[in-house]
């Protein structure tokens, strides 16, 4: 699994971040590729750091200049080398240490499954609970995901083709109408193949 971490001025949070991810207990291998956008405080030297103690785990990509939030996810997917990428921004993290272990179950023993999502909390900049997504019963058709949006990316397990896919077919770098990356993706992914969802709170959306 290549867990995909975007960064920007996430000082904070990084480690939290970093740390759920490495607590993962998994019986296969687990990459982390971590975009960091030139941030202005000290989220590239943490991430530096973490990439010292744990170099075969971790994966620096950053660049002189910010690229932006767009460009950041492209570079991460397109590094990754696993057969299912997870996402994580670097705000957010996972709450259950067999988040990705149960989502790479499910999908090993359904082919034609391109998405797994979970249930996720959501907490403020202090950590304080203030509710879960999806509210109801998460969609897996996509007509219901058109109509009742439910999926937060930090739960989400998907096959990399389907991802990569969805770059090359749509070019969402030419969709600047396009206020955020994840929802197309998931969409995109949705008309291509099957989405389960499992109804257990497993990461958190900041």
Not at 15 to 44: K, P, R, Y
Not at 107 to 116: D, I, Y
Request: charged share 25%; proline share 4%; hydrophobic share 35%.
């Amino acid at each position: 699994v290549s867990v995909c971490v975007t960064a920007y001025n996430h000082a904070p949070y990084i480690a939290q971040c970093l740390d759920s991810i490495l607590a993962q207990e998994c019986d296969f291998g687990v990459e982390i590729v971590l975009g960091e956008d030139c941030s202005s405080d000290s989220t590239l030297e943490i991430c530096r750091s973490y990439e010292a103690r744990y170099p075969d785990s971790i994966r620096v990509i950053t660049s002189p200049e910010n690229v932006g939030m767009r460009a950041n996810y492209r570079r991460v997917v397109e590094s990754s080398r696993g057969k299912y990428i997870a996402f994580c921004d670097g705000d957010d993290y996972f709450l259950d240490t067999e988040h990705l272990a149960m989502q790479v179950a499910l999908m090993e023993q359904n082919p034609n499954v391109g998405l797994c999502y979970a249930r996720a909390e959501r907490r403020d900049e202090n950590g304080a609970l203030v509710g879960h997504f999806p509210l109801r019963e998460g969609g897996t058709s996509l007509d219901a995901l058109l109509h009742d949006w439910c999926i937060e990316n930090c739960a989400t397990l998907a096959r990399r083709e389907l991802v990569v896919g969805y770059y090359a077919d749509e070019k969402p770098e030419n969709r600047p109408e396009w206020l955020t990356e994840d929802l197309p993706m998931w969409l995109y992914v949705a008309a291509h193949s099957e989405v389960v969802y499992i109804e257990r709170s497993t990461a958190v959306h900041r």
